[in-house]
């Protein structure tokens, strides 16, 4: 399964959630701003309170970063003139076999693997505009570094974050992970102590897409990891035990725990707007939860407390809603694991249970659980299966597929294939697709070029 590209920090995060954006004032947990902890600090994103930020050592242009870990090495452009060059595509790898419609991001830089690291996320703003948010890991070079951009796929670079500290990281820098690092008009990613594995200090650090200098927006003095993300209302963190949410300017809003919802975990947040969804799981069943900004949690979908029913992958673009329902035959405690029909359900967009109208447009190809959310956009959905090499892109108006090009894909040597892992971004012409085997770089494909469809099952 995909899961075998994912790195060390971003596996210890995805059992967690979500945080972001440029905010008049800070949110800080057990830990007052500009006061230290076990080497964290934070002044709340003031500019070093008023006073001009030393120079980044080695990189003109560029000044030091330290509104949280002051004893990191992290690093932002001083002016807009210093970012990075933007993304630069090329024809894809003969492995592909198209030899149009379709390109592949060119890792210009001394990349060692993971070239772009394992979590990315994508974007589609209402101008069609793709905005994606991913690492350029150049260990490989004599000074090795990593930086975190957010780009748009034809365009500038927006924002850059660096950290020079080479092969043995004291902190580290972790991209939003769930899907959620970019989404309408913000971006987030976490910072945590990379040389302490539990009850390490950590802090959410985001902004508006565009701003040089991210800021702290939460801080912990001991955690063991969060998931982040954001959307253009909400903010919000998430581990298995609790999820908490705020608006932009405001503190976060009391935990809502499992008690609250009838117990289970708390897993794979989904904020829009000011709206979110999440699953929550109760092995083997799982139902959708959500929340409303002034409303707070209620249920979404739901099975009458059928213990074999589950649902998953939720995805939204504000237009259509996408989800998974299974029924279970045999749980994973039962060998063989067996699962009944999956079913690909659709609804218009709606933020209430009564307001939803879904209906099955197709089976689910994969017996595995989705742990990240469907990549919809301009009525299309995408979905990895949870293998290998198989990413499918479903038509919505009537059930229709495609299985996105890949070439060998066969464990357990890579190499020399090229793997399609996850969709990154849908647009109403390309799919945008985080491709590993050969070279981790992605990969768009303009979706007229991907042959006949099939028809739905």
Not at 328 to 345: A, C, H, Q, S
């Amino acid at each position: 399964m995909y899961l075998r590209f994912l790195s060390r920090s971003v596996l210890a995060l995805l059992a967690a959630g979500f945080v972001l954006a440029p905010l008049p004032r800070v949110s800080l947990a057990s830990s007052a701003a500009g006061a230290t902890a076990n080497g964290v600090t934070a002044n709340g994103g003031v500019t070093n309170g008023g006073v001009a930020r030393p120079s980044c050592p080695g990189w003109d242009g560029w000044e030091t970063w330290d509104d949280f870990a002051a004893d990191g090495t992290f690093c932002v452009p001083a002016t807009r003139e210093a970012l990075p060059e933007p993304i630069e595509w090329v024809a894809c790898d003969p492995l592909v076999n198209m030899p149009a419609g379709c390109q592949q991001m060119n890792i210009a830089w001394q990349a060692q693997s993971p070239e772009i690291g394992a979590a990315i996320s994508g974007w589609v703003d209402e101008a069609g505009k793709i905005f994606l948010q991913f690492a350029r890991n150049a260990m490989a070079g004599p000074t090795p570094w990593r930086m975190l951009v957010v780009a748009e796929a034809d365009g500038p670079v927006h924002s850059a974050f660096l950290d020079s500290s080479g092969l043995n990281p004291t902190w580290t820098f972790t991209p939003g992970t769930e899907m959620a690092g970019v989404r309408q008009g913000r971006f987030a990613f976490t910072i945590h102590r990379w040389d302490i594995k539990e009850n390490f200090p950590e802090a959410v650090v985001g902004g508006t897409v565009g701003d040089l200098v991210p800021k702290p927006l939460h801080v912990w003095k001991a955690s063991n990891g969060h998931a982040v993300g954001v959307s253009s209302e909400l903010w919000a963190t998430r581990d298995p035990g609790e999820i908490r949410f705020g608006t932009w300017g405001d503190p976060l809003e009391p935990a809502i725990t499992a008690s609250d919802v009838g117990g289970g975990q708390q897993v794979r947040l989904f904020p829009f707007g000011d709206f979110a969804v999440w699953n929550r799981s109760s092995y083997p069943a799982s139902e959708l939860w959500a929340y409303k900004a002034g409303e707070g949690a209620y249920s979404l979908v739901e099975f009458g407390g059928d213990p074999l029913k589950n649902v998953d992958g939720f995805g939204t673009d504000g237009t259509h809603m996408v989800w998974v329902e299974t029924q279970i035959n045999k749980p994973y405690t039962v060998t063989p694991f067996e699962v009944g029909p999956r079913d690909l359900m659709v609804s218009p967009y709606s933020e209430t249970q009564a307001g939803l109208s879904s209906k099955r447009i197709n089976s689910f190809p994969s017996k595995y659980s989705l742990i990240a959310p469907f990549i919809v956009g301009c009525g299309y959905a995408a979905h990895g299966a949870g293998i290998d090499g198989q990413v499918h892109l479903f038509r919505l108006n009537d059930g229709h597929s495609w299985q996105l090009p890949t070439s060998g894909c066969t464990p357990p040597d890579l190499s020399e294939d090229l793997c399609s892992i996850y969709p990154i971004a849908v647009t109403c012409n390309e799919i945008f697709v985080y491709t590993a085997g050969k070279t981790r770089t992605i990969t768009r494909f303009e979706i007229d070029a991907l042959g006949p469809s099939a028809p739905p099952r």
